[in-house]
């Protein structure tokens, strides 16, 4: 009968430590999703600043070339498709890039836009692209549609800060 009751003193004893444990795993779980919601929503808000594309900006573009573009598909062990769109950015122009946004966009066999996707190629953490530069990059989508025609996308600067 002593084994019996000591075994439940240990039991006893082992409650308030599983619940510690328990609640110690909450406060982690809730302080990743605070952590998560915080930098989603700082991704959001700084896509969301375009660079500027005025005259000057535009008339530059067209010095900006992608090149060597590629794709590629693959899919996670959860079965989501991703697609990846990569090349090469050549700065054919005399001045330097210190922001580049890109719209990449997707057609159906109509030649109509079915998908346009914005992308930061060259942000304020990126190192600038000087005049007759060149530097890889690479684009992930989430999403083609089915209807995509199966060509390359076209890629075209939609913000630029110049130096």
């Known amino acids: 009968m002593e084994s019996t009751g000591g075994a439940g003193r240990g039991d006893g004893s082992r409650l308030p430590v599983a619940f510690a444990a328990g609640a110690l795993v909450v406060l982690l779980l809730a302080g ?3 952590l998560l919601t915080h930098s989603t929503r700082s991704r959001t808000s700084a ?24 794709m590629a598909r693959s899919t996670n062990m959860l079965n989501q498709e991703f697609t990846y769109v990569a090349g090469t950015i050549s700065n054919d122009g005399d001045r330097t890039l210190r922001g580049l946004e890109v719209a990449v ?12 996707e914005t992308e930061r190629l060259i942000g304020s953490g ?9 530097q890889a990059f690479q684009v ?24």
Do not use: M, S
């Open 126 to 134: 990126d190192a600038p692209l000087g005049g007759g530069q060149k």
């Open 32 to 34: 990743g999703l605070v």
């Open 140 to 163: 992930t989508l989430e999403h083609v549609p089915v209807e995509w025609n199966r060509q390359y996308p076209a890629i075209k600067a939609t913000g630029l800060i110049l130096e």
């Open 105 to 116: 966009e997707f057609r159906d066999p109509f030649d109509q836009v079915i998908l346009r």
């Open 47 to 70: 896509a969301a600043a375009r660079l500027p594309f005025g005259p000057q900006e535009q008339a530059y573009a067209g010095r900006i070339h992608f090149l060597d573009i590629q």
